[in-house]
């Protein structure tokens, strides 16, 4: 890729942003419909996409000669929080926007979080758009159904884009959620709390259920010895009582409830499966401080205790994927999200492996990737965002190769737009060295 910056810009080569630029001979992948257009021009003013030719001198030009995809997002992420530091907080957004994530969906807030918000919408700190959860409601937050309410209200008021359910809950504190989160028009979604069950979240207006949570309990038969009893974490100690013919049922309901799922199944599967040695020498793991992988190789071992058997935990992944697999083929909407920057899940790296699982899983390389733009758009009711006609917010991906060929190719990033700054190879690459650095890590030659 040649980037062609007229003398007049050259500020964009140091972080400035551009009122215009045209990209030049790109391809557009369209991930509705699976296809790829021919070669061809689109300009950005700014922040939104509009027709090339209404732009007379662009600011800048970027030969392209690749393919072009809206901006991915990772619907399960956890932001540090603010007293974590600032350094840990920014090379963690940039590690999400260098992989192409230009929408994150924060999922265990605090107040610091909102100025956050407003600092990446104003550009003052690059990195991807947050939509951010206030603190979580679970069984220690939440101390009656009257304490509920005061919270939904609180952080209502106070500007959370949606309330962030946790393990712990109790049917009469949930009732209380959803009906003055229904009431504020405000967004609840998370985990299933075991006292409150999938069925009663059905009956809800929950928006997602992150991590399958839930499922398990309703895959074991009611006579089987495991019924009714501690589903660990996601349903983990349910191995050998669940049943995959519950799977087509549970799944049209899933649909007839209209609530959305965020599986973050590449979690699932660093500590379920795999050589641990391999997973810990994986190329990503150079952003990670060595005292957080020396405590994701911990928790990993804790993990692998609860299941009896590598076979177990194959059977246990496989469930889980074709669950998601059936899931998609009933028309529940699929969200990608990796729970990062959790166990062995690093931000924006993450979000890769995710959408290769389901692919492996049985989506088309075009559903996958839907599960990361337009179904973002859709569920949170955005027509000019997950698209890339005129009028839509220039948060794009410019890869190398076509993505609907091969799923990993959305690693072939050539740079990132977000709304309307773009950072090319050589500016992401200079980034994620030195965070490499600060972590103690290698080189970045390929993401």
């Not at 992420?77 to 999400?96: K, S, Y």
């Not at 104003?122 to 758009?129: D, F, K, S």
């Not at 609840?188 to 006292?195: E, L, P």
């Not at 839907?370 to 859709?378: E, H, K, L």
Request: one cysteine or more.
């Amino acid at each position: 890729m040649r980037i062609l910056i007229a003398a007049l810009t050259l500020t964009l080569a140091l972080g400035a942003q551009a009122g215009s630029l045209v990209f030049e001979n790109v391809r557009l992948v369209d991930v509705k419909d699976g296809s790829v257009s021919e070669p061809m021009r689109v300009g950005v003013v700014d922040g939104f996409i509009v027709d090339a030719d209404s732009i007379e001198q662009p600011d800048a030009t970027v030969e392209a000669d690749g393919f072009l995809i809206p901006g991915l997002a990772e619907m399960h992420a956890h932001v540090p929080q603010m007293r974590a530091g600032e350094q840990v907080v920014h090379d963690t957004l940039m590690l999400w926007l260098a992989h192409g994530i230009t929408t994150v969906r924060g999922m265990l807030g605090e107040p610091g979080h909102l100025t956050l918000r407003q600092q990446l919408a104003n550009g003052e700190v690059p990195g991807p758009r947050l939509v951010t959860s206030g603190p979580s409601f679970n069984g220690s937050s939440v101390s009656s159904p009257e304490a509920a309410r005061r919270m939904v209200l609180a952080q209502h008021e106070a500007g959370y884009d949606l309330l962030k359910l946790h393990p712990g809950l109790w049917p009469q504190a949930f009732d209380a959620i959803v009906e003055s989160a229904d009431r504020l028009g405000i967004d609840y979604s998370g985990h299933v709390s075991v006292a409150v069950g999938l069925e009663r979240v059905f009956e809800s207006s929950q928006g997602t259920i992150d991590h399958l949570d839930g499922y398990a309990q309703l895959m074991v038969p009611e006579d089987h010895d495991r019924h009714g009893t501690d589903p660990g974490l996601f349903g983990v100690n349910l191995i050998d009582g669940m049943v995959a013919d519950r799977i087509p049922d549970l799944a049209r309901r899933t649909t007839d409830a209209g609530i959305a799922n965020v599986p973050t199944q590449s979690l699932v599967e660093n500590w379920a499966t795999g050589d641990v040695d391999a997973l810990m020498q994986r190329d990503a793991m150079r952003w990670i401080p060595a005292d957080m992988a020396a405590q994701w190789r911990e928790r990993v071992t804790q993990l692998r205790a609860s299941y009896d058997s590598s076979a177990d935990a194959e059977r246990y992944v496989e469930l889980r994927r074709r669950l998601i697999r059936e899931l998609h083929e009933a028309g529940a909407m699929i969200l990608a999200g990796a729970d990062s920057p959790q166990i062995l899940s690093v931000p924006g790296d993450a979000i890769h492996h995710e959408l290769a699982i389901y692919v492996d899983a049985g989506l088309t390389p075009a559903e996958a990737l839907a599960t990361a733009t337009s179904n973002v758009a859709d569920y949170l009711g955005e027509k000019n965002r997950g698209c890339l006609e005129p009028g839509c917010v220039a948060d794009l991906v410019l890869l190398e190769s076509n993505p609907l060929e091969d799923i990993d190719h959305t690693r072939s990033i050539q740079g990132v737009m977000r709304a309307g700054e773009w950072f090319d190879r050589g500016r992401l690459d200079t980034a994620l060295e030195a965070i490499a650095e600060r972590a103690g890590g290698g080189t970045t030659e390929n993401l």
